[in-house]
């Protein structure tokens, strides 16, 4: 399986949790929509730890450079984790308003990361490097 196809899956599956989170709410099911965002959020901090501790140093190495768009996807992922942090206090005090506001920008942040690095990003690291797939998978397996 090539890294592209491991990573985006992964993006798919943290998708499905996100919106049943919503979800949950939408019916004022605030004890599984809790129980739900714990898991996206610790798949999306397993699938960021993927990215920041194996991918993004691996295509740093191979092209020179950690200013390009590994720092970005990084400052990205620092903004979805303090988002996160406001989705869960918005769960645990059970404001509606407040998760709707910051569940809908976590959306679109994530939408537009997701789409930056299956688009270029990924096939970039694909070109550099060949052996990524391996590399991810033996990641995923730990």
Known sequence: M???????HQHRACDTLFAACESAVRTQDWNRAQVVF?????NMERHFSIEELVLFPAY??????????????RIEHQDMRDLMDDIE?????????AFLGQNDTLLILMQQHNMKEECVLYPVCEKLLPDMGALIEESCAR
């Open 38 to 42: 714990a898991s996206f959020r610790q």
């Open 2 to 8: 090539s890294a592209t196809d491991i990573l985006s």
């Open 89 to 97: 206090a918005a769960l645990a005090a059970r404001q509606l308003a």
């Open 60 to 73: 740093e190495s191979a092209s020179g450079s950690s200013m390009g768009p590994t720092r970005m996807m």
